[in-house]
């Protein structure tokens, strides 16, 4: 079992910036990545990244957002900046191993206009 634990979300100005992290309990050899879940809507994924550092983003945030990965602490970073109102949503780690994929609790980001 792995335990994904998040942390940085908030309230934030739009056009200003949110790091979120995020620590597993254990080494993943797999994708790591966050996805985003507003009320009323599905959760979808808005950053992934392997273990080789290949990267794939929402079409929504390229440009804005940046993932990142220290393989070494177990912790994937998601850097936000240029937030709008319409990123607010809580936002998901997600670590996939060969044979299961886990979830953190999640972490509520709030962008005002």
């Known amino acids: 079992q792995v335990q994904l634990v998040e942390s940085g979300g908030g309230l934030v100005q739009a056009g200003g910036s949110l790091r979120l992290s995020c620590a597993a309990s254990?080494?993943?050899?797999?994708?790591m990545g966050w996805y985003r879940q507003a009320p009323g809507k599905q959760r979808d994924l808005v950053a992934s990244?392997?273990?080789?550092?290949?990267?794939d983003y929402a079409d929504s945030v390229k440009g804005r957002f940046t993932i990142s990965r220290d393989n070494a602490k177990n912790t994937v970073y998601l850097q936000m900046n240029s937030l709008k109102p319409e990123d607010t949503a809580v936002y998901y780690c997600n670590a996939q191993s060969a044979f299961s994929a886990y979830w953190g609790q999640g972490t509520q980001v709030t962008v005002s206009s």
């Open positions: 254990r080494n993943i050899f797999g994708t």
């Open positions: 990244i392997t273990r080789s550092g290949s990267t």
